[in-house]
RNA sequence: GGGCGGAUGGCGGAACAGGCAGACGCACAGGACUUAAAAUCCUGAGACUCGCAAGAGUCGUGAGGGUUCGAUUCCCUCUCUGCCCACCA
């Protein structure tokens, strides 16, 4: 036998695949459809040994079921939009079209060399107008549905890549792509109204019961959906409201004072009646200019009074005063709260600092049963309340709503639910995305432009400084434009859309990939939606995920699809990382696919990404364990020979039947480790394991083929990991067609029954000794054959036996004194 | 500060509806093959103690308690650690 060769033999193996369209996805086909998707790549230049991970993992799910008989969809595509494309424009002076096309074709030939059974006929790219228009189509209709919006906002903006970044984009108050500490400037800005699907993104996690749970946490979280009210305290003077938002209406008696944001807007209306207006105004500039980070970082919390003006607490009358400080957000409820200082901690602090009255109206136990005091510290928890007039003595759980019922009745305010999710703030002062499809004329303000005229295109006759406007701007023929409403001259919209747009909807495309008359064909997409698997990175769990959650729903009530939730299992595969640490070009500590895949072959690489770790847990990356499996791989490969060997020795009954045994026993395994359990790295060392069994087993002239039989699982079992070596033994086996379109084995339960098994015997908790008993022995039996065994019955001698376990052929316990 | 995980040999990791801890792989050691090495095939191995040896015993899943005939698995307390969110009223 000639030695494996996994150059030749992975390069034909691709050709044949390719040529004959083993992997292209046709609606018309036979069996259950399989959508399996993996998170589309960006094309940043090199693929990096996450992707290798990521797709590995795809690529098992979907060879193993469309072994398994289903009409499986596996496609990829490019995140083609973004900007590093931009970036390297400035820098280069390469155009990002031209940069990014560039990767696509290296990464391209990168991924292929992978031999991931994806269908390729259905790759595009979202910077092409054939997929962006539809951006600008979907931008429209929620536009008219009133999704779209403009606003005037304070947003986060990067000084380093100079643009607008939302709220996700900014970790720390840094950006998530630089790390530079981002600033707060006023800018008009468009915006997508996520918050009207906060409500059904929370409620439809019901559906997601294939999704990891710390995902679903991590967007219960970043939704975060609270019950309060909403309050109206009337301004000494001239009366205006001030409404504020709280999560404790029971504690509502004991608001001492109220604070409101720097940036609240009843500073500026009740501006002539503050007496220190200028103290005041110089603590908002302060604030503004801090970051988010450094006002949330603040030990001590600060503030100003707003002094000669009072609030006044609508359940007693009484005056309290109004503070502006910076732990009140103006972006969360309604920009204002009440403060209950003995109730909650930064109130407490704020108020001990300045001096203002802390009144108890709750009082709680602790777990002890000990009274606790509000002198030291606030108290948090449930409660009774007092000094609450009427409402004295009620649980404070319950007067949440008798509380919430008054205050409406009365007329002073109302039960409300807030949520911290915020509108998606979509657009981007920069060049390489998909161009936003409207134009501003004077006469009729915002107007689409009109689907016929889609799409818009990004000009091609674009400075990159990097600086300033958007780069949009410079063309003049992109600018202006004449208003499709009434003809006059106008001005397009020179803003870009982000780029998780081109995301949120990609997986709908590939169901029908080539449509140039609409977005996708409805039959099509409903054919194959929703993503009967989808993985990626843990990173995208609160951005990508909710947005595209959303994106399904809107097209869901658009009609376009019809299920609710765009994919039903997700699968959050870890990191690889070099010595624990995450590999990346700044630490110097990557390690080239091309590299691993030129020294040992692209089966191995896959080999190794899944074997080395669970998928969804960090993967570290050894050299060391590359070299296992390419001797793995090897192994399979000499099998041949010794399953083919001729031997003068007769296989004995026994031999046979215990490979057979195994043989079903590891067919299971491996079925239920990739369907059902997500462990690949268990279902690869079972497969080791038989592997191991078949070198032990040498008797192989007269086994009616068992030997074969075996091995030709082993394959089977092997191809959705290492699908090239598979293929080539597969022929060399004597079949004509493929292995991946082969039925995946099944296995009989009758043939791994054991007659005879050795079980545990614990004397007082500790391992004693083994006995063989025959599968099924009843305990009368168990104990005569306990009471003969030469190793067990001393142990038991003169000692009175108190209790006697036997649990069925699994293991005996005795307790003796 | 809040939420969710994790802690098992020299290393990556197995085993949890409570039932032989350490599967499989790496690294290591020994043997076979070879002039020799590599490769390959086979064998060994948690730690400690006793024994020339076959073997015997003790301790062992971050620490300490508990439930149980029996705990890596369940409960309580604690330590360390990873990730996510973080002044959300």
Redesign the pocket.
């Known amino acids: 036998m000639t030695d494996y060769n996994y150059s030749e033999i992975e390069k034909k193996w691709r050709k044949k695949w390719e040529e004959d369209k083993v992997f292209e996805a046709k609606e018309q086909q036979e069996g259950e459809k399989y959508y399996c998707l993996v998170m589309l790549p960006y094309p940043s230049g090199d693929l990096h040994m996450g992707h290798v991970r990521n797709y590995g993992i795809g690529d098992v799910f979907a060879r193993f079921h469309k072994m398994k008989g289903k009409n499986v969809l596996h496609p990829i595509g490019w995140d083609a939009f973004g900007l590093p494309a931009e970036n390297a424009a400035i820098k280069n002076k390469i155009h990002p079209a031209k940069w990014t096309k560039q990767n696509i074709v290296r990464m391209r030939e990168q991924l292929k060399v992978l031999g991931i059974s994806y269908d390729w006929s259905r790759e595009f790219a979202t910077c092409n107008p054939e997929y962006y228009r539809w951006n600008q189509w979907f931008f429209i209709k929620m536009w008219e549905r009133g999704l779209v919006f403009r606003k005037r906002a304070n947003v986060n903006w990067c000084p380093s890549c100079n643009t607008v970044l939302a709220?996700?984009q900014v970790?720390?108050g840094l950006c998530w792509r630089c790390d530079s500490r981002t600033e707060h400037r006023d800018l008009e800005q468009w915006f997508i109204k996520i918050t009207d699907y906060a409500d059904e993104l929370l409620e439809k996690h019901k559906q997601l019961s294939g999704w990891p749970?710390?995902v679903l946490?991590?967007q219960k979280?970043?939704i975060?959906k609270?019950f309060?009210a909403e309050i109206e305290f009337a301004l000494t003077g001239t009366g205006e409201k001030l409404k504020?938002?709280?999560?404790?209406p029971d504690t509502l008696f004991g608001a001492t004072f109220v604070?409101v944001?720097p940036e609240h807007k009843i500073i500026g209306e009740i501006k002539p009646r503050i007496m220190n207006y200028n103290e005041v105004a110089e603590y908002v500039a302060e604030s503004g200019r801090k970051s988010?980070i450094e006002?949330?970082?603040?030990k001590e919390?600060?503030g100003i009074r707003l002094e000669g003006v009072n609030a006044i607490n609508p359940v007693n009358g009484k005056e309290i005063p109004i503070f502006t400080a910076?732990?009140?957000?103006?972006?969360?409820?309604?920009?204002?709260?009440?403060?209950?200082p003995a109730h909650?901690q930064?109130?407490w602090e704020f108020a001990k600092k300045y001096n203002i009255p802390i009144v108890e109206v709750i009082r709680g136990n602790d777990s002890c049963g000990i009274t606790q005091s509000v002198d030291e510290n606030a108290y948090e928890d449930e409660g009774v309340l007092v000094n609450s007039e009427q409402f004295n003595g009620i649980k404070s759980i319950e007067a949440f709503g008798v509380i919430s019922e008054w205050i409406e009745k009365q007329g002073f305010g109302k039960k409300t639910i807030?949520f911290?999710l915020k509108d998606w703030l979509i657009s981007r002062r920069r060049y390489w995305g998909t161009p936003i499809p409207m134009v501003h004329c004077k006469i009729c303000g915002t107007v689409p432009v009109p689907e016929k005229d889609l799409p818009v295109m990004l000009p091609e006759d674009v400075e990159f400084t990097g600086e300033g406007e958007s780069p949009l701007k410079s063309s003049e023929a992109f600018v202006n434009v004449k208003c499709p409403k009434c003809g006059m001259d106008a001005e397009r919209e020179t803003d870009t859309m982000d780029t998780f747009v081109d995301s949120s909807w990609y997986y709908a495309r590939y169901c029908d990939a080539r449509n140039s008359n609409m977005a996708f064909d409805a039959v099509k997409a409903n054919y194959w939606m929703p993503v009967d698997q989808y993985v990626g990175g843990?990173?995208h769990?609160?951005m990508h995920l909710i947005y595209s959650r959303f994106w399904h729903k809107v097209m869901r009530d658009l009609g376009i699809v019809k299920h609710d939730e765009p994919f039903i299992n997700l699968l959050t595969q870890g990191m690889v990382t070099l010595g624990g640490r995450v590999m990346s070009k700044s630490k110097g500590n990557i390690v080239s696919p091309d590299e691993i895949i030129g020294k040992y072959g692209a089966d191995t690489a896959r080999l190794f990404v899944l074997?080395?770790?669970?998928p969804q847990?960090?993967?570290?990356w050894?050299m060391?364990?590359v070299?296992?499996?390419w001797?793995?791989i090897?192994?399979i490969w000499?099998l041949f020979d010794v399953v083919h060997k001729k031997s003068d020795i007769p296989a004995s009954e026994k031999n046979k039947n215990d490979i057979l045994k195994i043989m079903h026993q590891t067919i299971k395994k491996v079925t239920i480790d990739i369907e059902k359990?997500f462990?690949f790295?268990?279902a690869?060392?079972?497969i080791?394991?038989f592997?191991?069994a078949l070198?032990?087993y040498k008797y192989h002239s007269n086994d009616g083929g068992a030997s074969v039989e075996a091995y030709k699982t082993v394959v089977l079992l092997m191809s959705p990991f290492t699908p090239h070596i598979c293929e080539e033994i597969w022929e060399m086996l004597g079949h004509r067609g493929y292995i991946s379109t082969y039925p995946w084995p099944a296995f009989d339960e009758s043939m791994m029954k054991q007659s005879s098994?050795?079980?545990?015997v614990?004397i007082?908790?500790?391992?004693?000794g083994?006995i063989m008993i025959s599968t099924g022995t009843d305990e009368d039996e168990i104990k005569k054959i306990i009471e003969t065994n030469e190793?067990i019955a001393p142990q038991l001698k003169d000692k009175k036996i108190e209790?006697f376990?036997y649990?069925k052929d699994?293991?005996i316990?005795i307790?003796v004194k």
Not at 757 to 760: G, H, K, L, M, R
Not at 764 to 768: F, I, M, S
Request: glycine residues 8%.
């Open positions: 709220n996700e970790s720390n749970e710390q946490s991590m979280d970043w975060g609270s309060g504020i938002f709280t999560t404790r604070v944001a988010n006002r949330a970082s603040c919390k600060t910076d732990y009140v957000l103006t972006g969360y409820g309604t920009g204002a709260i009440m403060a209950v909650d930064r109130d807030n911290k843990i990173e769990a609160c074997f080395a770790s669970p847990k960090q993967l570290d050894s060391e364990g070299e296992g499996c001797r793995f090897n192994r000499r359990e462990q790295n268990t690869i060392s079972s080791m394991e592997v191991n070198y032990a098994i050795e079980i545990p614990q007082n908790g500790k391992l004693r083994k190793k209790k376990i649990v699994k293991i316990t307790s």
